[in-house]
């Protein structure tokens, strides 16, 4: 059996309703979670393109993908983690810091890269883009620095690099 391992599956949809409800029962009937899920149109309005993050072998993923295609609402599927990809994550992170600790919080998003959207330290809002594995590291180091009382993310986007795109 081989190893279940995370995928993002990049899905072109028409906008019409049900298309998504179909999408995740192909997930949820074959026993597969949906870890993230996000969707929006495309530069074509009728189209959107769904992003979702499931974990499983190969194999099974790519029965998914290949079953998904059969769906009347898809217009193409693809596992962007089997070629080169480029992966993003939007983080807002809510903490409680203590005056002591504010230099040390600012120092952190400094640099990682991130945003203070507010430096209230009863209520003091990052946001951070970055892999999920950054945004996993930067939610472990701020909540080291201060009280986290807030983590609203965004789940993964993606798309294969260099010219190779999904259309429909």
């Known amino acids: 059996m081989s190893p279940r391992k995370r995928h993002i599956v990049s899905i072109l949809l028409q906008n019409e309703v049900g298309a998504l409800t179909r999408v995740a029962s192909l997930f949820s009937t074959r026993g597969y979670n949906i870890e993230s899920l996000n969707v929006a149109p495309t530069e074509d309005p009728t189209v959107s393109r769904l992003?979702?993050?499931?974990?499983?072998?190969?194999?099974?993923?790519?029965?998914?993908?290949?079953?998904?295609?059969?769906?009347?609402?898809?217009?193409?599927?693809?596992?962007?983690?089997?070629?080169?990809?480029?992966?993003?994550?939007?983080?807002?992170?809510?903490?409680?810091?203590?005056?002591?600790?504010?230099?040390?919080?600012?120092?952190?998003?400094?640099?990682?890269?991130?945003?203070?959207?507010?430096?209230?330290?009863?209520?003091?809002?990052?946001?951070?883009?970055?892999?999920?594995?950054?945004?996993n590291r930067f939610i472990a180091e701020a909540g080291n620095l201060g009280e986290v009382l807030e983590v609203v993310r965004s789940g993964a986007l993606a798309m294969l690099r260099g010219a190779t795109t999904l259309r429909a």
């Open 51 to 135: 992003t979702l993050v499931t974990t499983g072998s190969e194999a099974v993923v790519q029965q998914i993908v290949n079953q998904s295609l059969k769906l009347i609402d898809v217009v193409n599927v693809d596992d962007v983690t089997r070629d080169q990809h480029v992966e993003r994550e939007l983080l807002l992170l809510k903490l409680r810091v203590s005056g002591s600790q504010l230099a040390a919080v600012n120092s952190a998003v400094q640099k990682a890269g991130g945003r203070v959207l507010s430096d209230d330290p009863e209520s003091y809002t990052v946001e951070l883009t970055d892999s999920e594995a950054q945004i």
